[in-house]
């Protein structure tokens, strides 16, 4: 994925950035990386063409794609997204991934 970033956009929903900063904390706190580490990728990421989509998704939208495809709220975002816009998602999430298929949205590999 990192590589079609380098000639091809993304986009995500609002909750993106708390996506990276949230695995890099993690990555912190178990020691797999060390601060400065991390603060050195998130800048790398945050050179990367991501659009962040500000199109608000109801709730109601996101509850009922979560309940259909049993995601947690922030996942049914990012389909709520890929249908809404008829793009494939990027993943590695197995339930996401499974709820993408289901849906008929493609899946980046």
Known sequence: MAQRLLYETAVAPGLWPLEPANVLRTACKSGAIVAQRAQEIS????????????????????????????????DAAYLELALRLQLPI????????????????????
Not at 43 to 70: V, W
């Open 43 to 74: 800048a790398e990421i945050n050179t990367r063409p991501i659009t962040i989509d500000t199109a608000p998704s109801s709730s109601s939208a996101l509850l009922a794609l979560a309940l259909r495809f049993d995601l947690t709220s922030y």
């Open 90 to 109: 990027a993943t590695q999430d197995d339930a996401l991934m499974q709820a993408t298929m289901a849906a008929g949205v493609g899946v980046v590999r």
